[in-house]
Nanobody, 120 residues
Framework: QVQLVESGGGAVEAGGSLRLSCKASGIISTLSPVDWYRQAPGKQRELVAR????????YYASSAQGRFTISLDNVKKTVYLQMTSLQPEDTAVYYC?????????????WGQGTQVTVSS
């Protein structure tokens, strides 16, 4: 069974940085695309960043552009979200969401989420 496990969340002050990790476990052929979403209290879940095509294509929401970087380590089956210049409005639970292929079968999976809290 394939699972996505996020880590790296925590509490930081405004202007700080965090690196989130999303590691896929299990036997998989490809891990693409992989998205990072976030959900703040009382708000809808929103797409923050996406990586696909082996890392050759990236997308960032306007709120993340210039501050966040998404990357993929195919060997480790891990996607990272490097976040810098964090602001209180970045406070949310961050989730990874991926299309995972096992041979000819592709499924989409959510991770359990990791909390990011930014204080002013």
């Amino acid at each position: 069974q394939v699972q996505l496990v996020e880590s790296g969340g925590g509490a930081v002050e405004a202007g700080g940085s965090l690196r989130l990790s999303c590691k896929a476990s299990g036997i998989i052929s490809t891990l693409s695309p992989v998205d990072w979403y976030r959900q703040a209290p009382g708000k809808q879940r929103e797409l923050v960043a996406r990586i696909n095509n082996g890392g050759s294509s990236r997308y960032y929401a306007s709120s993340a552009q210039g501050r966040f970087t998404i990357s993929l380590d195919n060997v480790k089956k891990t996607v990272y979200l490097q976040m810098t210049s964090l602001q209180p409005e970045d406070t949310a639970v961050y989730y990874c969401y991926a299309a995972v292929s096992q041979g000819s079968i592709t499924s989409t999976i959510w991770g359990q989420g990791t909390q990011v809290t930014v204080s002013s």
